[in-house]
């Protein structure tokens, strides 16, 4: 019987770390539980929600400090979405500017 609670308990766990967490939905403990978000980022983020949802990804880099485009990355990997959304980041496409000549 102990060994079935125990196996009960262990899955629903393992079913729970990987369930995707909603920044607007999410409460301090949930934000707590995404990798890289301490006591300090949860509430960053959940004073910046007070003033409105989260439009996007790039309406919670833009409103939360601390969150770039590398830590957005990072959160989205560990399960957190921004409207049921992953980060997807901007194509960093880098355009060559042709060297220009010198005036004389």
Do not use: H, Q
Request: with cysteine; proline share 2%.
């Amino acid at each position: 019987m102990f060994k079935k609670i125990a196996t009960f308990i262990t899955l629903f766990s393992a079913v729970v770390c990987f369930a995707a967490v909603d920044v607007n939905k999410a409460g301090a403990a949930e934000l707590d539980g995404i990798k890289g978000i301490g006591p300090a980022m949860s509430g960053k983020i959940l004073a910046e929600r007070k003033k409105g949802e989260f439009k996007n990804w790039t309406d919670l880099v833009d409103r939360v400090n601390g969150v770039g485009n590398g830590n957005a990355a990072k959160f989205s990997k560990e399960g957190l979405t921004v409207n049921g959304t992953a980060y997807k980041a901007a194509s960093a496409k880098t355009e060559k500017v042709p060297a220009t000549t010198a005036a004389k």
